[in-house]
């Protein structure tokens, strides 16, 4: 085969240190345009960004060179830094240490693009704790209550 094809999704979810309502609805369309540039210029494709105050969620076309840690680190690193900058938030903005990353089929692209449209309608009956355990229970991914959400 002369050349490599792929389709690769991820829908990413991270969250503000300690899970605080940092993000304000005055500064997060901003904040949404800073992490497009920054997964553009690591050309990859963002297919959509929404969250809440106290967490993102992201649907990324990759390329199969892409090493998915070291992007969401440049995502998480040039956001908070950016977002320390601008002063959006009083004292200093971080987000909480890893993340969650969980495969998307084709099939599946349209109904996580809703998903992640929807957040906010979502959060009116599910908190991100309840939101994000949910993501791994559905996808089996072993896990320690204990670990999950550490204020780091």
């Known amino acids: 085969m002369a050349n490599t094809y792929t389709q690769l ?16 609805v005055r500064w997060k369309d ?5 992490i497009t540039g920054i997964i553009s210029n ?9 969250g809440m105050p106290n967490h993102v969620h ?19 690193a040039n956001s908070s830094k950016w977002i320390n900058e601008k002063q959006f938030v009083n004292g200093k903005f971080e987000w909480q240490t890893g993340f969650g990353a969980f495969t998307v089929s084709q099939s599946a692209v349209n109904n996580v693009l809703d998903y992640i449209k929807n957040q906010e309608e979502h959060h009116q009956v599910k908190t991100f704790k309840e939101e994000y355990i949910g993501f791994l229970k559905s996808y089996n991914i072993e896990y320690k209550t204990e670990y999950l959400f550490t204020d780091d």
């Open 9 to 24: 999704y991820f829908h990413i979810v991270f969250a503000v240190k300690g899970r605080n309502n940092l993000i304000a």
């Open 42 to 50: 690591k050309n990859q494709k963002l297919m959509i960004i929404n």
């Open 30 to 34: 901003e904040l949404y345009k800073y």
């Open 58 to 76: 992201l649907l990324i076309g990759t390329k199969p060179n892409c090493n998915l840690s070291d992007l969401v680190r440049d995502i998480k």
